[in-house]
């Protein structure tokens, strides 16, 4: 109320101008949500967003990722949320227009670096591969996978569901190669076999088969697997470098299905989208 209050005295309503402004829905991906038991009103949903590369709209996007899911799954349920960095360089700041969001401890700020390493728990050792050099990664991964043969079946496949996700889209200065050595070699999986990978493959592939129907004919059947890889390209851009710019959407949706398979094979060693896409 203060600062309500404070800014009615700065600020006259001369020289303001109205508009009605038509808001465009940018498709967003949270990193996770922790959902609350069932009927447990008073049990926060809680966001988590792990920013391991310098983005200084993070904090916008976060909360409109926020307010949309809450948005689009109406709840009574309050809400909280983390965001975790590797150090504290990566952190931009906090915009003044969220100041209120921090102040009430609604969104918290980690650091990983500042965490001590004697904590040993499977959440934060995963986080902490975010952080470690190429080169310590594999060891690393093999003390994870150690820490969840002690585990039961069901809790051990959530957290190598998580820990297949941060190796295939979080960690995307990993070359195709190295994610494939670490997923046979130490976890004994396969890409092809991984929930991420399946996901987007089969949306892909019925999206172009029901394209090819619809078109009944040998032109349409062509069109539709385009389609397909079209859709599988573009969910697994979204997943390992996030909402993709309208450039990228242009060069994708015009790109011939032979240049979409040849970024398709080669997505995994691309550091960034420009570097892909622009690619030819």
């Given at each position: 109320?203060?600062?309500?209050q404070?800014?009615?005295?700065?600020?006259?309503a001369?020289?303001y101008?109205f508009q009605s402004?038509e808001?465009?829905?940018?498709?967003?991906?949270?990193?996770?949500?922790?959902l609350?038991?069932?009927n447990?009103?008073?049990?926060?949903?809680?966001f988590?967003?792990?920013q391991?590369?310098?983005?200084?709209?993070?904090y916008?996007?976060?909360?409109s990722?926020?307010?949309?899911y809450?948005?689009?799954n109406?709840?009574?349920?309050?809400?909280h949320a983390?965001v975790?960095f590797?150090?504290r360089?990566?952190?931009?700041g906090?915009p003044?227009?969220?100041?209120e969001?921090f102040?009430?401890r609604?969104?918290?700020?980690?650091?990983?670096?500042q965490?001590?390493?004697?904590?040993?728990?499977i959440?934060?050792?995963?986080?902490?591969?975010?952080?470690l050099a190429e080169?310590?990664?594999?060891?690393h991964i093999?003390?994870?996978?150690?820490?969840l043969?002690q585990?039961?079946p069901?809790i051990?496949?959530t957290?190598?569901?998580?820990?297949?996700m941060?190796?295939?889209?979080k960690?995307?200065?990993l070359s195709?190669?190295?994610?494939?050595i670490?997923?046979?070699?130490?976890l004994?999986?396969?890409?092809?076999e991984?929930?991420?990978?399946?996901e987007?493959?089969?949306?892909?592939?019925?999206?172009?088969?029901?394209?090819?129907r619809q078109q009944g004919?040998?032109?349409?059947?062509?069109?539709?697997?385009?389609e397909?890889?079209?859709?599988i390209?573009?969910?697994?851009l979204?997943?390992?470098?996030?909402?993709?710019p309208r450039?990228a959407?242009?060069?994708l949706?015009n790109?011939?299905?032979?240049q979409?398979e040849?970024?398709s094979?080669?997505?995994?060693?691309?550091?960034?989208l420009?570097?892909?896409?622009?690619d030819?």
């Open positions: 109320m203060w600062r309500m404070k800014t009615q005295d700065q600020f006259s001369d020289g101008r402004v808001l465009k829905e940018t498709a967003f991906r949270i990193d996770g949500v922790f609350p038991p069932e447990s009103d008073e049990s926060p949903l809680i988590a967003e792990v391991y590369y310098q983005d200084p709209k993070i916008a996007r976060l909360l990722e926020v307010m949309l809450l948005y689009q109406p709840t009574r349920n309050d809400w983390v975790i590797p150090e360089s990566f952190d931009p906090i003044q227009h969220y100041r969001f102040d009430s609604r969104i918290d700020v980690v650091y990983l670096q965490v001590s390493s004697d904590n040993g728990s959440g934060l050792q995963l986080l902490r591969l975010i952080e080169a310590a990664i594999p060891s093999t003390r994870i996978k150690n820490q043969d585990q039961t069901t051990k496949e957290w190598l569901e998580l820990l297949e941060m190796l295939i889209y960690l995307p200065r195709r190669d190295e994610v494939r670490m997923l046979t070699e130490i004994n999986r396969e890409l092809q991984t929930r991420f990978y399946q987007v493959f089969s949306e892909g592939v019925i999206a172009g088969r029901e394209e090819g004919q040998q032109q349409g059947l062509q069109e539709g697997r385009q397909g890889e079209y859709l390209l573009s969910r697994i979204t997943r390992r470098f996030g909402a993709l450039w959407q242009v060069r949706i790109a011939s299905s032979e979409l040849n970024w094979e080669r997505l995994l060693d691309a550091p960034d420009p570097t892909l896409l622009n030819k």
